[in-house]
Structures are given as C-alpha cells and as structure tokens.
C-alpha cells in the first residue's frame, strides 16, 4: 500500500485560504477564521522551538544584557507573552516562564561558558553552506551548518525559518519599513537563536559576488629562455 505524504503547514493553509471562501459568503468571517488558524499554527511551532532550545541551546551566563536578549527573542515569536526569567540558585541554568493567553510555558534555559560551548560544538563542526537565489545565483550569503545536518534538510528547515521570521512582529516591521519581503532582509534580521535551533548560523549578513579567477598567462619559459643570477636572458643550449 503506497504510504500517503503528510500535508505541510503551507499546504495547509493554503488549502484553507482556498476553501473559506467557498463555504461561507462572510468575508469578514472567513479571514477571522483563517488568521486564528494562521496564528494557532504559527504559536505550535514557536512552542516547539522553544522546547527544542531549552533541550539543546544555552545561554552563556546570567549577565542582564544576556538575559534581555534571551528575552527579547522569545518575545518575539510570543508577541501576546508575560516572559518571566530568573537565574536558579546553582547558577547552572535559567527559569523561563511564558504567559500566553490560554496556557503557561515553564522550562529550564543551560547556562554553558562560552569557551565550555565552544569545545561542545567542536565534537560537531561546521561547514560551509553558501546559498543564493535562483534569479541572481552569483550573489551568495555564507552561512554554516552542522557537518551532520545535510545541506537539502537545512535548506528545508532556513525556507520554514524564513516563514516564521515574517510572521513575527519583528517580520512585520521589517516589512513595513521595506515595503516587500526579501531574503536580504530576512538574513540580516532573524534573531541567531532561530538559525542556532536548526543547527545553523549566520557568517555574513550581506551577500557578496562570486569571484571568477583568471589563469595566469603562460610563462616566457615557452619561449625556450631562461634568467641566470644575474637577470640576465640567455638562449638555451641543446
């Protein structure tokens, strides 16, 4: 029996932006149902991030700019959120506490040293994972990703990354200021714990031009002459 593929989130919604229109008249209805939708799915993948980095990420130390940040990134996916964090006692970890209108999120945030993640991260190096797009393919962003994460599921996961960022109220003022959605943008102001959650991160924000070398011209050694000690072009001897 031929296994049948699961419907993405995309198609999902999709489906339902087409459908709604069909089963009521009430436009005013449909869109109401469709961006509740559109939100419920959206706070299911944040939740789900935020367990996977309160599984596999850290935080360096309880400094207050790096506990602001921490925060400013989860308020950012959780626009509607109380976020509560507090230091424990054994200085080994954060309590996160998140408030959303219908349920509380509670978890544990790793505190790991700097140098102590370094050497943790080096038991899986990176590599190299330039990417472009289709319409201009010599303008190239370099990021990183896990050796163990192949280049095709990384590619999958920065497309749902990208998805989620416009759906963010940082998304939303990025393109209030830019007036369009673009990847430059989207690059160079996704938050690096959402990249770090898929095993990725960000080398350079901006793109830069594949450089095309040129071969040198032969030498005049095809010429049958040589250069003494002395600079000096004498003809060969047979």
Known sequence: MKKVKSMSEKEFLSLLLKVLPQETKDSKLADAIYNRISREVQLRNHVQSFENFCEEGSIPDTEPATVEELKSQLATNFTEASIEIIPEEDGKAVAVEIQLPE????????????????????????????????????????????????????????????????????????????GERTFADFIANVPAAALAESGMKRVYKTPETITVLRLIPAAASEQNAKVNDMGEVTEETA
């Open 103 to 178: 349920q509380v999120l509670s978890n544990k945030v790793r505190i790991i040293p700097a140098d102590q993640l370094e050497e943790e991260e080096a038991k899986v190096p990176m590599v190299p994972f330039p990417v472009s797009l289709p319409e201009d393919p010599e303008n190239v962003w370099f990021l990183a990703r896990r050796e163990d994460f192949a280049a095709t599921e990384a590619a999958r996961s920065l497309s749902s990354i990208e998805e989620e960022f416009w759906a963010t109220k940082a998304g939303y003022k990025v393109l209030k200021d830019a």
